[in-house]
């Protein structure tokens, strides 16, 4: 593994639960930033157990000494970052890196916001929607609840494209929170509005697809836990 000699711009954050599914996406990622000037690190969080592959280029592994699951995984990853910016990315790309990198360039240039929340269509023709999957079911009747619970927050509260000023992590840091489960964007939406912090929303393609290890039943209940007791 090699880090990057000056202070990368942009950290990209990505939770490992499945080693064989790293290289292709650390390709990917070479191939499209060799297009840009843009200096970036990826920040690996990796479960307990998941033995990394050896990596090339700008990557920190951080492993998990105990199971934490993917959203105090991806909080940790976010606040180990170097960069002034941050990316939550998943590592089967199911959305395209043009796309993040919009929402990048958004969150550059918009001096007042602090984060960037990717608001998530699907493409009728998506082969991984053939017809209402109850992943999506489940998540639109929850985005329903969260956002009766957060009128003035994000449309899509449990989208998992969001994108993080240095500043805005310093700030949600300060609020007294244990993150559990798979989305970490609900655990997010108390402290937003308690720190104030203006979140800038950007059409975001999504593919529907979904990555092995997502237990539909479990973060069901994680979420009706999260919506009945914690997030407020």
């Not at 017809?131 to 079911?137: D, E």
């Given at each position: ?55 090339e280029g700008p990557v920190r592994v ?114 007294p929170r244990k993150f559990t489960g ?51």
């Open positions: 593994m090699e880090s990057s000699v000056s202070t990368p711009h942009c950290s990209l954050i990505v939770y490992l639960e499945h080693p064989e599914m790293l290289p292709a996406y650390l390709r990917d990622l070479r191939g499209f930033f060799a297009k840009f000037p843009l200096n970036y690190e990826v920040v690996v969080v990796a479960e307990k157990g998941c033995a990394v592959p050896p990596t951080l492993q998990n000494s105990k199971k934490l699951g993917r959203a105090a995984s991806l909080w940790r990853g976010l606040q180990s970052s170097q960069a002034p910016f941050s990316a939550i990315t998943s590592v089967d790309m199911n959305t395209p890196l043009g796309d993040y990198f919009k929402l990048l360039q958004n969150l550059m240039t918009e001096e007042n916001f602090e984060l960037c929340w990717g608001d998530r269509y699907k493409k009728k023709d998506s082969p991984f929607l053939k017809g209402p999957h109850p992943r999506q079911q489940m998540e639109d009747g929850f985005n329903r609840i969260l956002r009766e619970k957060f009128p003035q927050g994000p449309n899509d509260p449990l989208s998992e494209i969001l994108l993080f000023k240095k500043t805005a992590i310093e700030k949600l840091a300060a609020e798979w989305y970490l964007g609900p655990q997010l939406l108390g402290g937003l509005r308690r720190q104030q912090l203006r979140v800038l929303e950007i059409p975001v393609f999504e593919s529907g697809q979904t990555l092995p290890g997502f237990s539909l039943w479990r973060q069901r209940w994680n979420l009706f836990i999260e919506c009945a007791f914690k997030t407020s």
